[in-house]
Nanobody, 124 residues
Framework: QVRLMESGGGSVQAGGSLKLSCAASTWPYFSMGCMGWFRQAPGKEREEVAS???????SYPDSMRGRVTVSRDNAKKTLFLQMNMLEPEDTAMYYC?????????????????WGQGTQVTVSS
């Protein structure tokens, strides 16, 4: 059974930084597949934060570009998300995801393996 485990969340003040990690040792296709970070705030839909393919190519929505950096360590089967210049609007539960079918980058609506999430709270 695939288990993804996020860590690194916490409470920071606006302008601060956090680095999230996602341990994915139980996903056998880690080095071959695309993974992504998503977030969901109370009362809002889950949205994409970043994705990274097996070749290291990355994708960010315009709202996140320049403030977040996604990376991966294939040897350790770990996904990372460096977040800088955090704003109160970034407060949400952050999840990592891997596709259940195929190796393409996950989307909020696709069939994915999800972690339990890690909470990020940014105060003004």
């Amino acid at each position: 059974q695939v288990r993804l485990m996020e860590s690194g969340g916490g409470s920071v003040q606006a302008g601060g930084s956090l680095k999230l990690s996602c341990a994915a040792s139980t996903w056998p296709y880690f080095s071959m597949g695309c993974m992504g970070w998503f977030r969901q705030a109370p009362g809002k839909e889950r949205e994409e934060v970043a994705s990274i393919d097996n070749d290291g190519s990355t994708s960010y929505p315009d709202s996140m570009r320049g403030r977040v950096t996604v990376s991966r360590d294939n040897a350790k089967k770990t996904l990372f998300l460096q977040m800088n210049m955090l704003e109160p609007e970034d407060t949400a539960m952050y999840y990592c995801a891997a596709p259940q079918i195929g190796l393409i980058c996950p989307t909020p609506g696709s069939l994915n393996h999800w972690g339990q999430g890690t909470q990020v709270t940014v105060s003004s």
